[in-house]
């Protein structure tokens, strides 16, 4: 008979559910995280990358080596409120904003202004991407 280290993480299990903590409670993220981590992959995925969900996605990634430019800004902008409106029904989108990034002439930054469907709770996410064209 073999026996485990204890500093191995238990072994995965089927069918695979997370655990309770300590306490005996399931720490499921909040609908405020559970939107914002919807919203960060509906960004990165491009569509027809998904299996069943070939139009899932904003695919922002196509947009690397572009050039920084108004058009292209207007692009991305369209592309992420098509998205949205789309496969995110969590929230309502107020606006959509790609501006140039002061600091870096080759970046931009992409900010979602939006209220949770359920509370109405304004939102906000923001990243940076740099288009390096």
């Given amino acids: 008979m073999t026996t485990r280290d204890p500093a191995l993480a238990p072994p995965i299990g089927w069918p695979l559910l997370g655990v309770p903590d300590a306490d005996g ?5 909040s609908l405020e995280r559970s939107v914002a981590e919807g919203l ?36 991305i902008k369209a592309r992420i409120e098509a998205a949205v409106a789309r496969d995110e029904t969590r929230v309502v989108l107020d606006r959509v904003e790609v501006r140039e990034d002061d600091a870096d002439a080759a970046a931009v930054r992409v900010e979602l202004h939006y209220r949770l469907r359920r509370s109405g709770a304004p939102q906000q996410l923001s990243l940076a991407m740099n288009l390096g064209g």
């Fill in 40 to 75: 960060r992959k509906l960004l990165s995925v491009r569509p027809g990358e998904l299996l069943m969900h070939a139009d899932y996605g904003a695919g922002l990634q196509d947009f690397l080596h572009e050039p920084n430019t108004l058009a292209v800004r207007a692009r």
């Fill in 25 to 29: 409670q399931w720490n499921w993220p």
